[in-house]
């Protein structure tokens, strides 16, 4: 299936099927042919499992640059080091990137061809569910010791080729990962969507099911990118979860927490948010919470880090606005808002989750 995403610098399809690599890539043969030169980024992990398929499906010569796996790609270090192969390889304007791999590799890719010579064009192949977020939209960015994405662009992919063949060897901590992601798409969209979800087991999907999640979730995306293209209004409702989970995946050092895994502890604590500022209930946030612990969702990263510890990081959160933190929460499902919330506030909803956690999980 095709999904449009238009926006205001530019439009492009998002390709979803299962082993539709090679046709997806015929069907951009144009794109191919006038590039100079064709370069993929990928990591270790995904180039070992999966570059045979790739390149089978290729019918284009490429270089490959291969890249420390998850969030050691983002490092100013790494990022030098992509460039300096680019220049080497004596790439131009006219040189085309492909991001083949999960979400810190497409967050990278875009970053360097957003600046390699101003920018140069590139597309998304994503391999794992976290991707069908960070794929689409064109955020892209890498990471700094104080924050995470805290140095970015806004920088759209000319196509994302999704193949959910390249997902079905995802380790279950990957899986969770990404289906944090499609939840949260789900929260701010659908009460019926997330009420399934509520119902199953979210590394058990059917293949078919998964799919159709993955699309749900690209077009709730697409249709907030196409009225706020660079985050100054709606954009941030894509942020549910993100304020408080990037605090712990921060203060936890990149890589040590999965994405989604700090994300669904997010998301656990703007449930308890929205019980003040919304029309969530109790019982909801504490069968939400049932339900990640079900699933597998870890939460004992909570207790490792105090609210002083993680202040650090909320303080930096780049939605925050003249010293004030915002986040979105919810009036009900399906209804995101953005809310001003004090510093002492957060700190009593902090204790409220650690409470929470204790009589629910720990």
């Known amino acids: 299936m095709n999904i449009s995403v238009k926006t205001a610098s530019h439009t492009y399809e998002v390709v979803i099927g299962h082993h539709i690599l ?30 045979k398929y790739f390149t089978e499906s290729s019918f284009f010569a490429f270089k490959t640059f291969i890249m420390p796996a ?23 304007r ?60 806004f920088y759209q992919p000319q196509a994302v080729l999704y193949d959910t063949a390249l997902l079905t060897s995802l380790p279950t901590r990957e899986v969770l990962s990404g289906m944090a992601e ?30 159709q999640y993955l699309a749900l979730g690209v077009r709730v995306k697409a249709n907030i990118v196409e009225q706020d293209e660079t985050e100054q209004s709606v954009r941030k409702y894509l942020n549910l979860g993100h304020t408080y989970g990037h605090a712990i995946e921060a203060a936890a050092g990149y ?47 909570v207790n490792d880090y105090s609210f002083d510890e993680l202040t650090t990081y909320l303080v930096k959160d780049k939605k925050a606005e003249y010293g004030e933190l915002q986040f979105v929460l919810l009036k009900a499902i399906g209804e995101p808002f953005v809310q001003k919330i004090e510093l002492a506030v957060c700190q009593e909803v902090d204790k409220e989750l650690r409470s929470l956690l204790a009589e629910v999980v720990l």
């Open 22 to 51: 090679a046709q997806a890539f015929a069907n951009y043969k144009q794109l191919f042919d006038k590039a100079d030169q064709i370069i993929v980024l990928t990591d270790k992990h995904v180039w070992q499992a999966q570059e």
């Open 70 to 92: 998850g969030e050691s790609c983002k490092s100013f270090a790494n990022y030098e080091a992509v460039q300096t192969f680019l220049l080497e390889q004596q790439c131009t």
């Open 94 to 153: 006219k040189s085309l990137v492909i991001a083949f791999g999960g979400g810190a590799v497409g967050d990278l890719t875009g970053f360097v061809a957003a600046t390699y010579m101003r920018g140069i064009p590139f597309i998304q192949v994503p391999t794992t569910i976290l991707a069908h977020d960070s794929a689409v939209g064109g955020k892209t960015a890498i990471n700094h010791t104080l924050g995470k994405n805290m140095i970015g662009a």
């Open 182 to 211: 499609v939840i949260k798409h789900a929260m701010i969209a659908d009460t019926q969507w997330l009420e399934e979800i509520l119902q199953g087991n979210v590394t058990q999907l059917p293949q078919e099911l998964l799919a």
């Open 255 to 301: 890589g040590r927490l999965a994405h989604g895994e700090a994300v669904m502890i997010g998301l656990v604590y703007c449930l308890l948010l929205s019980e003040r500022y919304g029309q969530i209930t109790r019982n909801f946030t504490k069968r939400f919470l049932h339900f990640a612990v079900a699933n597998g969702y870890p939460f004992a990263a």
